[in-house]
Nanobody, 118 residues
Framework: QVQLVESGGGLVQAGGSLRLSCAAS????????MGWYRQVPGEKRELVAT???????NYADSVKDRFTLSRDNAKNTMYLQMNSLKPEDTAVYYC????????????WGQGTQVTVSS
């Protein structure tokens, strides 16, 4: 089992910045992918960004050049630096961990609210 604890959400004005963190604990399989997804009530959860255990990030087009995803494998922690925030970035952000073993195992955090005011 893997436990994910998110932090860093909050309220910010448009154009501002926030940094989200996700700390993983438990049975951490070394080959994995971590990521952030977001969801607005009534809509599907969508990908924000993912990063492999070797540090290669991938971003949704809507956040490219504004968000930066990184991870510290020694701390089993992932960081999402969000700059130039827009009202449409408002959502609950969920941390995701996928262990790439013989069987894929997926874990989710509890979510953290990000609200961007105009």
């Amino acid at each position: 089992q893997v436990q994910l604890v998110e932090s860093g959400g909050g309220l910010v004005q448009a154009g501002g910045s926030l940094r989200l963190s996700c700390a993983a604990s438990g049975s951490i399989f070394s080959v994995n992918v971590m990521g952030w997804y977001r969801q607005v009530p009534g809509e599907k959860r969508e990908l924000v960004a993912t990063i492999t255990s070797t540090g290669s990030p991938n971003y949704a087009d809507s956040v490219k050049d504004r968000f930066t995803l990184s991870r510290d494998n020694a701390k089993n922690t992932m960081y999402l630096q969000m700059n130039s925030l827009k009202p449409e970035d408002t959502a609950v952000y969920y941390c995701n961990f996928v262990a790439l073993g013989n069987v894929l195992k997926t874990y989710w955090g509890q979510g953290t609210q990000v609200t961007v005011s105009s």
